[in-house]
């Protein structure tokens, strides 16, 4: 029985790291890093927490798309820039875009949470 808790919870931990870890094709940037780039041209920048998240705080060039929309429309030929509270529904919308073709696709780690933590 102990064996089975071990594997079973060995499994879980397995899940988890590859759940969390960096997908290939994603660049990762910090919000410091993200500063410059709101005042460039050409960038597509997508919030993907829930419009109540977004209507209480939100940055100015961010389009509000909640995780779970269709994120296949957006332009394919220029860099899209996600984020979200944390960073990991932001992480798991990168993920999807990189499914859906995209190739230029950058996460904000920590989100909004670091804009607040400085």
């Not at 529904?89 to 780690?109: F, I, M, P, Q, W």
Request: charged share 25%.
């Amino acid at each position: 029985m102990e064996q089975w808790i071990t594997l079973i919870a060995l499994v879980l931990i397995i899940v988890m790291i590859f759940r969390f870890m960096p997908k290939k094709g994603v660049k990762y940037i910090t919000t410091k890093e993200l500063q410059p780039l709101l005042e460039q041209e050409g960038i597509v920048f997508v919030d993907v927490r829930s419009a109540n998240e977004y209507k209480e705080a939100h940055i100015p060039q961010f389009l509000n798309r909640p995780l779970g929309t269709y994120l296949g429309d957006l332009p394919k030929d220029k860099p899209i820039v996600v984020i979200c509270q944390s960073g990991v529904r932001s992480n798991k919308a990168c993920k999807e875009l990189v499914k859906l073709g995209y190739t230029d696709v950058t996460n904000v780690r920590r989100g909004m949470n670091g804009l607040r933590a400085g």
